[in-house]
Every structure is written in structure tokens, then in C-alpha cells.
């Protein structure tokens, strides 16, 4: 993920957040390791290992408060191998901490792998997309990371993708671009700028065209 307040400052990172070693497959090992490159050296740097090892979550930044916050994933050697536990770095700590939350309207939190988490208006964080069992999801979650609250939201439109990239988003956060991660070239608009509960999702109309084949 890109850290762009940071990109502005001049200080261009990338974080790198758990994943699974692909020669231990046999083990299932999934890693807790968190690196933090820095384009401009060209370096890694190590942080703190996170507490719950995943692959396939989500993440993003609040620039304010220096807080990167971690959400769902998978890891198939938990009971609840779709991780239900919400994480946060701190910056100026180096340090993850494993947050205790509030579920509103008394709704069953069933996080997904290959989700896509992104600010949204105030001090909420919007979760959405991804797949469980090898099924596309549309459910919206929505993180009150002040009140620390989770709550579910209408996105009246679902995803047809179960995998996403890293979603594009605007300066003023009211609008965002979701584009899909496998062979199918969806791509799709998030207006965040609602004030009711419901965030609208379109999928646009685009075409795409070989620039390669034009030389």
C-alpha cells in the first residue's frame, strides 16, 4: 500500500503487510513480517510483526494520525480462518495493536479476503468487496475508528469481482475507482460523498485499447 501524505512529503513508501511463504506451502506457514520500502533508497526497512498473520486483507493509511488500520484476510490455521480481528500501527510506536470494537445493530461480522479498505468522509473506513469460499461479496462495511464501532452499509450495487486493486481515490475522498484484479476489466465509481447510509457504487462503461499494437 502507498502512504500518500507521505508520497507529497517527499518520503515515497510502500508497506509490505504479512503474507505466506510460498516454500513452506506444506506447513501453511503465513508470516506476520512487515516491511516498509522506501523509494527513494531504494531500501527495506524492517517493523513490527503484526499480531495476526494474513494474506489477502485490507489496508489503509489516516495521515493525520500516523495509524495504518489492518482488516480482514485469510488463515486457514485459525478457526475463524477470515480474520475478524482489526489491527492498527502506530507510527511513531512501532507498534500493532489489536483493537476492541462495538458491532452495531446487532449484525454478524463476516470479513472477506481480497477486500479493499479506503477512507471515506470524517472518521470513517470503508471495507468492501472481496470473496469468501471462492464466492464474490458485496457486503460494505463501514469503521468508526474514533467511536470504534463497526456498522454494515448498502453499497445499491454489488461487485461482481471478487478481486480488486488498490481503489484510486479522489483528493476531497468522495469519489473512488475500483478496478477488478483478475482477467474480467471492470471498473467501477464509489461516491462516498452520501450523507445518507447508502454509498453508491457504479460500474462504469470503458473500453480498453492495445497502445502495444499502435507501434
Request: glycine share 4%; proline share 2%.
Amino acid at each position: 500500500m502507498c502512504i500518500r501524505d507521505r508520497c507529497r512529503a517527499g518520503r515515497d513508501s510502500l508497506l509490505v503487510i504479512s503474507g505466506y511463504d510460498s516454500n513452506l506451502i506444506r506447513e501453511k506457514r503465513f508470516i506476520p513480517k512487515v516491511e516498509r520500502l522506501d523509494l527513494a533508497a531504494k531500501k527495506f526497512y524492517e517493523l513490527r510483526d503484526v499480531n495476526y498473520p494474513r494474506v489477502k486483507g485490507a489496508a489503509t493509511y489516516i495521515a493525520e494520525k500516523e495509524f495504518v488500520y489492518l482488516f480482514a484476510g485469510f488463515n486457514e490455521n485459525y478457526i475463524n480462518k477470515y480474520i475478524d480481528k482489526i489491527e492498527r500501527y502506530n507510527f511513531k510506536l512501532n507498534d500493532w495493536a489489536t483493537l476492541k470494537f462495538n458491532i452495531l445493530d446487532d449484525v454478524a461480522y463476516s470479513p472477506s479476503m481480497n477486500a479493499v479498505a479506503l477512507r471515506a468522509q470524517g472518521q470513517e473506513i470503508l471495507v468492501l468487496g472481496g470473496s469468501r469460499d471462492g464466492e464474490p461479496v458485496s457486503d460494505a462495511w463501514v469503521f468508526d475508528y474514533q467511536k470504534m464501532i463497526l456498522f454494515r452499509r448498502e453499497t445499491a450495487k454489488a461487485l461482481r469481482d471478487d478481486i480488486l486493486t488498490l481503489p484510486v481515490q479522489s483528493e476531497d475522498r468522495k469519489n473512488a475507482f475500483l478496478f477488478s484484479g483478475n482477467t474480467v476489466n471492470h471498473v467501477y465509481r464509489l461516491n462516498l460523498g452520501q450523507t445518507d447510509s447508502t454509498f453508491v457504487l457504479s460500474e462504469l462503461k470503458v473500453s480498453f485499447h492495445n497502445e502495444a499494437q499502435k507501434k
